[in-house]
């Protein structure tokens, strides 16, 4: 009985703490929750949210070309479908191991370090692999670096952000907020996808030669960290008011992230069969579809989704969170299994397009009911645990997938992550309806 009174007595100090020091920031920057800065924000957002959505635009432009040139890069080296499943799942699997260690040791740093750290690394990243050609020191690099191979944000950024926009909005607007963070990594990736191009143009031009021209767009992924880095210097609540969004590790809501990040891990595992670099991949096999085709069509896919996105606040104010995100995925993932079944390019296009429509209404969702069912203070550490297991999971799907395109162009991958996701949703509906 007495563990259990100093239990609650630590918990009641701790956030009654957060409120005072919380209360203290509003009265302290009188304009923080002041009306947006910008169209494309929420009501009553605060200035720090546009800055974030700047720095996650950068980013997401870099990872719209990276995720499609990075299989045909490796290609290029001489590397085999399985080869680049291997360093597809690296990718995923380390920015699973780094997103573990912020979800842990997060509450001991301030954030503007921490995203410090992840900045410096994705400029270590990009230069690594434009100068490595040799499969052994790319796969190092790929654990410990920030590449995404997928057309969602994977990587240690990810819950750094929504941490910071979960402090920069009011409950009400959260989940709006959060759709227009998907809209703007959506959309500004979808052009990052048309820019998968510029290789090919650069050689046509005979400006470089086709391998150089492919590493000059790593080289630039690595310097748009800088950029976003800049960005990150100027916000006010990962700097000077980095102590107020000091966090705690997971405590009263323990349960209920677990069983959230175990339903997530099934779905980013479904996932992992189809991450962007991979059905780039079997576009390639299957129809033979040149880069530049292949970066229009994941442009499409990117305008589809992002359009999506801002869907998802209106239709979960009328059925909900956890709805909103069963019953926008369940079609989605229906076109994503009769898709290797189309006998003809331009169907598999309609399929992929259709399933685009759908398929990432869920991800505003997702995340907002997330920071919504935590206390403030515990927002970093839920945001890292239930990204964790995504990652990670997701890091086994690929290697698999890159084998089973070895064996045969037809696209069991697509088959198998519409299947295992259709049993997600079903789990989902069942265990937080």
Known sequence: MMNVLLRNRYY???????????????????????????????????????????????????????????PYYLTLLGYSALEVGVIATATLFGSGLLTLLVGVFAYRFRLHVLLTAACLLMLVTGIGFATVTD?????????????????GDVSVFSPLEQTLLSHAVTSEHRTALFSRYSLVGQLIGALGALAAAAPGILAQWDILELKAAVQAMFIV?????????????????????GDEVRTAPL?????????????????????????????????????????????????????????????????????????TMVFTHLPANVFCVLIPFMPTLPLAVLF???????????????????????????????AGITAVPRSLAAAVSPAVAGYLLTLSPFGWPLVICGALKIVYDLTLLGMFR
Not at 18 to 39: A, C, D, G, K, V
Not at 293 to 316: R, V
């Open 12 to 70: 009641l100090s701790h956030h009654s703490a957060f409120i005072i020091q919380h209360s203290s920031l509003q009265e302290s920057h009188p304009n923080t929750m002041s009306q947006s800065p910008s169209w494309l924000l929420p009501p009553g957002t605060a200035p720090d949210a546009a800055l974030i959505l700047t720095a996650r635009g950068i980013r997401a432009f870099t990872d719209g070309y990276v995720a499609l040139l990075l």
């Open 221 to 241: 992924y690595g310097l748009s960290a800088l950029v976003a880095l800049a960005l990150y210097r100027r916000l006010a609540s990962a700097g000077s008011r």
């Open 352 to 382: 992929l397009l259709l399933r685009a429509a759908l398929s990432s209404m869920d991800v505003p969702a997702r995340t907002s009911y997330v920071m919504a069912v935590v206390s403030p203070a515990e927002r970093p550490a839920a």
């Open 135 to 151: 499969f052994l020191p790319l796969l190092l690099i790929a654990v410990i670096g920030t590449l995404n191979p997928s057309s």
């Open 251 to 323: 405590g009263p809501s323990r349960g209920v992230v677990y069983r959230l990040a175990a339903l997530f891990s099934l779905d980013a595992f479904a996932g992992g069969f189809a991450v962007q670099s991979l059905l780039a991949l079997w576009l390639f096999l299957r129809f033979d579809l040149s880069v530049e085709a292949t970066g229009t069509l994941f442009f499409w896919i990117g305008i589809l989704a992002a359009a999506s996105f801002l869907a998802a606040p209106a239709i979960a104010r009328r059925i909900g969170l956890v709805n």
